[in-house]
């Protein structure tokens, strides 16, 4: 992977933080995006670049079209090119049922896990696409096992926004295949980072740790494998695919 060029969203922390750290071990210069922790996101490029690797950091909502546009804008002219995109950005919001949530909350979940994706995947395709005059590439979306459980009773709305992600996944594979692109998915199951506390339940991976049949959390490096693995030649004939990571839950 040595000299291409991935774009991580949301990649200053947890699992976009464990996918930009070894992708810069394995090669690839890195443009690790964040929203707001412009320290986590520095200090993180400071460590890769003392490892050896080549990353830069750029502030930008995914939710938003100008700021997507400013950082495809801020990858090209870095790096020249891109040859990849993980769409890992995504909010979660606290303990409730449909019943309590207020419209602004289910529009800010759809604008930053389902809008935010779309939109990164829309530039990528544009300057990856064979159709556009591109080298091709590879695209893997952050999913959810709570796609499949739909959350009851905590996060229907976010898990509604990775099932969108699965289908969105599934025809964007289908509509670039023969571009030169390839777009997967991995649905994380219960793993051990920072979302948990955001969404008011620190304690959640102890009260579920008991329902997944591995009987433990995952960690942010198990998720970062797979989903390196999907953007890497060895994985030349794999799209449209999506990936439990989840220890079989």
């Excluded at 947890?14 to 964040?34: D, E, H, K, L, P």
């Excluded at 530039?123 to 080298?135: D, L, P, Q, W, Y």
């Excluded at 599934?170 to 955001?198: C, F, K, M």
Aim: net charge positive; proline share 2%; with cysteine.
């Amino acid at each position: 992977m040595r000299g291409r060029t991935l774009l991580v969203t949301g990649g200053s922390r947890g699992i976009g933080a464990a996918i930009a750290t070894i992708a810069a071990s394995r090669g690839w210069r890195v443009a690790v995006n964040y929203a707001s922790n412009e320290a986590a996101a520095t200090a993180l490029v400071r460590s890769i670049g003392k490892a050896g690797g080549e990353a830069i950091g750029i502030k930008g909502d995914v939710g938003v079209e100008a700021d997507v546009l400013r950082l495809f804008e801020a990858v090209d002219a870095a790096f020249g090119s891109l040859d990849a995109l993980v769409n890992n950005a995504g909010v979660v919001d606290r303990k409730a049922r449909v019943d309590e949530m207020s419209a602004a909350r289910i529009e800010r979940m759809m604008r930053a896990n389902v809008i935010g994706s779309f939109l990164c995947a829309r530039e990528a395709v544009r300057r990856m696409s064979t159709r556009h005059g591109g080298r091709g590439g590879a695209i893997v979306n952050v999913s959810s096992v709570a796609a499949v459980h739909g959350s009851p009773g905590e996060y229907v709305d976010y898990a509604a926004s990775k099932g969108a992600i699965d289908s969105f996944t599934v025809g964007l594979a289908r509509e670039v295949a023969d571009e030169g692109i390839r777009v997967n998915a991995v649905r994380p199951g219960i793993v051990a980072t920072e979302i948990h506390a955001s969404g008011g339940q620190p304690d959640r991976i102890e009260r579920l740790r008991g329902l997944v049949p591995m009987k433990r959390e995952g960690e942010a490096h198990e998720v970062a494998h797979a989903i390196l693995w999907l953007l890497s030649d060895e994985a030349s004939y794999t799209t449209g695919a999506i990936l439990n990571v989840s220890g079989g839950r």
